[in-house]
């Protein structure tokens, strides 16, 4: 186990902690040591002092030690959704479930970074980002295990078994049972509070080079394989084709009770587990850790600026409808996830009224579908609209949406009456047409006498 003592008396001397200061520690210190508790305590203030417009700090809870599990929420917090007012996408990102893994730390230190000082620095991509997107970083989960320099926390619980997805005692250390310990049932609660509809969730650990993605409890590929390996393909091709994208189970080894898996399997986020090499950086070396970690970082800003694509995105681009038989519509998906069970609701917006709901059709990842839905029970009422309603993902928990659709789009046909009558059909119009003629030319050449008879 590596000595921190030194290293943490020579950064509180070169900080002047003791008090919050006003900035963050200079680079020499970011870049070229690791972060204790105290040192994230002040880095995490100053952010929120300094930059209030971007930067808000709140705390998810306390450890088994008391010490608190700073989140930094970070966006362009002068508007509450997009400049074209749709909601603004979520990203959660944690570090530091074990304490011993610095570098996983540091790497959700460093995104969270990058965005603040690409935003204060004017830089294009920040400035997109946070104008459309919250970003949510615990950047330090286990801080008393990360200044004991422990894997585990002070109860001996490897917080990454902790988690209550498929717990079980057979992993090593894995707690009294799901949820046993304080960190990892705060983690979870800021989950379910902050980031319940978020798209992307990123935790950061250290020992196997992988980007892996569920599941870890079973070899299974995860039900929205498409959209993994849509992000792994990009990311071989645009960023790092040596980096290792695949299922945890294979690509590490089985784990029940993760973090990871809890996101997919119970939130229905889109989850990896991004692990550095197990080649610690060592403190005070000539080598940065921005330049360390520099692949990792450009993965994480690929995530976050695409993460509008890592769900179904259903659009209608026509519609026709005709009551109480059926309903035609062309559907386009310009997301990279699939949808299993889309269907058509008539609703009252106002109330949210459902005054009828087609069956189910499913939309895969990047892709369009013509259907014909039954509609025989629908009939149109004032007032009444069509709506979009599917999940965003295949997997069980993904969350539910319901998106209006464009009256543009909605074509009403009124369904003709059957019978001779109001509308005869073109064959029996010019069976009549003879009929008539073929009259008026025998009353034409009738004889005189019968006509004055008939007179």
Partial sequence: MRVRAGILVAVLLLSGLGAPVAAQQPDIIQEHWYHSYLTLTNDVQSWAGDYPEIVLLTTAGTTVHGRQQWVVQISNWANDTKPDGSPKEKVYIDGGHHGN????????????????????????????????????????????????????????????RNYDHHWTTEETASGDGPFSEPETRNNADYMAQWVTDADLYVTMHTGTWILAYPWGFTGEMPPDWELFEHIRDTIHETIDADLPVRNANAGIYPTHGTSRDYGYGIMGYPTFTFETDDEQWMPGTVESLSSRLSVELEVMRYLISN?????????????EVTPGKEVVLHVVNNGHATTENASIQYVFEDSMEVLWQSENFS?????????????????LQPGGTFALHYMKRVI???????????????????????????????ALSIVCMIVGAIYSKSRRNAPLSVEKERN
Avoid at 363 to 379: F, G, Q, Y
Avoid at 407 to 423: C, D, I, K, R, T
């Fill in 396 to 426: 069980d928990s993904a969350q539910w949406v319901h998106e209006p659709i464009d009256a543009q789009f909605v074509e009403v046909v009124e369904e003709q009456e059957e019978g001779w009558l109001p509308y005869p059909s073109a």
């Fill in 363 to 379: 939309v895969n990842a990047s892709n369009e579908t013509h259907v014909t839905l039954d509609a025989r029970n629908l009939s």
């Fill in 101 to 160: 893994e610095h570098l996983g730390t540091e790497l959700a230190f460093l995104t969270a970074e990058f965005y603040i000082e690409g935003w204060i620095d004017g830089d294009a991509e920040a400035i997109e980002v946070l104008q459309n997107t919250e970003l949510h970083v615990m950047i330090l989960l286990n801080a008393d295990g990360n200044d004991a320099d422990s894997r585990w926390n002070m109860n001996q619980v490897d917080l990454n």
């Fill in 307 to 319: 993460i509008w694509y890592w769900r179904a995105r259903l659009n209608v681009t026509q519609m």
